[in-house]
């Protein structure tokens, strides 16, 4: 099964308004990140947390860590019709080969203008 | 960072033929990686493209289906084989700079197998 499991599947909103996506895994890891899908395309970076930070900020994105309950959450503040994308948690596995990325399932975010 | 250039973008194939997928990065990178992407699913990683060697298969994923080259360290490419209606799916190119912990990725490559 997928390392990191994402909450929701699903999310619609006004532009404007804030979204929250959850991300769950299993194992420990030394860092977790966020992508953002836009339809049928390539992966973009957004941010990384790494295992000894609890919270991070970059522009409307804020990003928190709960090693202990193996949990993040994306927050996307204010959001605008630009940002409607699907959004993956994405944490490290070490292993032989080298660090690979597990991603999880996905949330699709609708913002309506 | 890194600019990959990814193709074709798109293809429509017939059942039991062969597609190969090129990734070409604008910079060397230690790591490469090909994910498959399901209809309306998540990332799951293929394999790990080695420069100079064989490349590094996940578990359901085997060379004969999927055989992968990488003769440099900024292109690779992956062959989908004897294709199926199954093998319908995004594949992604995807790099990891230098020292680097994220990932960049190619635009993807939209196969569809009839």
């Known amino acids: 099964s997928q390392q990191g499991e994402e909450d929701p599947q699903a999310l619609s909103i006004q532009e404007g308004e804030n979204a929250t996506m959850n991300c769950s895994y299993k194992?420990?890891?030394?860092?977790l990140q966020w992508y953002r899908q836009n339809s049928g395309r390539g992966l973009v970076h957004l941010i990384l947390?790494?295992?000894?930070?609890r919270e991070k900020h970059s522009g409307r994105l804020r990003v928190t860590l709960d090693t202990s309950k193996k949990s993040s959450s994306l927050l996307i503040t204010a959001s605008r019709a630009a940002d409607t994308a699907s959004y993956f948690c994405a944490t490290d596995v070490i292993k032989a080969a080298g660090n690979k990325l597990t991603f999880g399932g996905g949330t699709r975010v609708l913002v309506k203008p | 960072s890194a600019v990959i250039s990814q193709k074709p973008s798109r293809d429509i194939c017939q059942r039991g033929t062969s597609l190969t997928i090129q990734c070409q990065v604008d910079s060397q990178v230690t790591m490469m990686f090909w994910y498959r992407q399901q209809p309306g699913q998540s990332l799951t990683l293929i394999a790990t493209a080695n420069q100079g060697s064989e490349a590094t298969y996940e578990s359901g994923f085997v060379i004969d289906k999927f055989p992968i080259s990488r003769p440099n360290l900024t292109f690779s490419t992956l062959t989908v084989s004897n294709m199926s209606p199954e093998d319908s799916s995004i594949y992604l190119c995807?790099?990891?700079?230098?020292?680097?912990?994220?990932?960049?990725f190619g635009s993807g490559t939209q196969l569809s197998v009839l």
């Open positions: 194992t420990s890891i030394n860092n």
């Open positions: 947390i790494r295992s000894n930070e």
């Open positions: 995807s790099v990891e700079v230098w020292a680097g912990e994220k990932l960049f």
